[in-house]
């Protein structure tokens, strides 16, 4: 079992910056891809970005060059840099991982419980 809790989210004015992270812990055998979706009000759920155990990164096209997907495969954690944020970006932001577990190691998603993003003058 695989336990995901973020943090980072808030309010802050178009413009502005917040950095989001999730921290895995639990019983795995290892983390593979991890990343974040993000849900806003009245709207369905996006994948906003992935980054896989090797490090490659793969974003939607509405946060290219503003949002940074890192990982600390030590600490196992994923960090969400997010730069010039606008109002569109408002949105609960979760994390997930797909993780092997068990002793067959078979992989699952497993999924956060979200954090408010709210970006408003």
């Known amino acids: 079992q695989v336990h995901l809790v973020e943090s980072g989210g808030g309010l802050v004015q178009p413009g502005g910056s917040l950095r989001l992270s999730c921290a895995a812990s639990?019983?795995?055998?290892?983390?593979?891809?991890m990343g974040w979706y993000r849900q806003p009000p009245g709207k369905q759920r996006e994948l906003v970005a992935t980054?896989?155990?090797?490090?490659?990164?793969t974003y939607t096209d509405s946060v290219k060059g503003r949002f940074t997907l890192s990982r600390d495969d030590a600490k196992n954690t994923a960090a969400l840099q997010m730069s010039s944020l606008k109002p569109e970006d408002t949105a609960i932001y979760l994390c997930?991982?797909?993780?092997?577990?068990?002793?067959?190691?078979?992989?699952?998603?497993?999924w956060g419980q979200g954090t408010q993003v709210t970006v408003s003058s």
């Open positions: 639990g019983s795995f055998r290892s983390i593979n891809a």
């Open positions: 997930y991982t797909d993780a092997a577990t068990g002793t067959r190691g078979l992989q699952y998603r497993y």
């Open positions: 980054i896989a155990r090797a490090g490659t990164t």
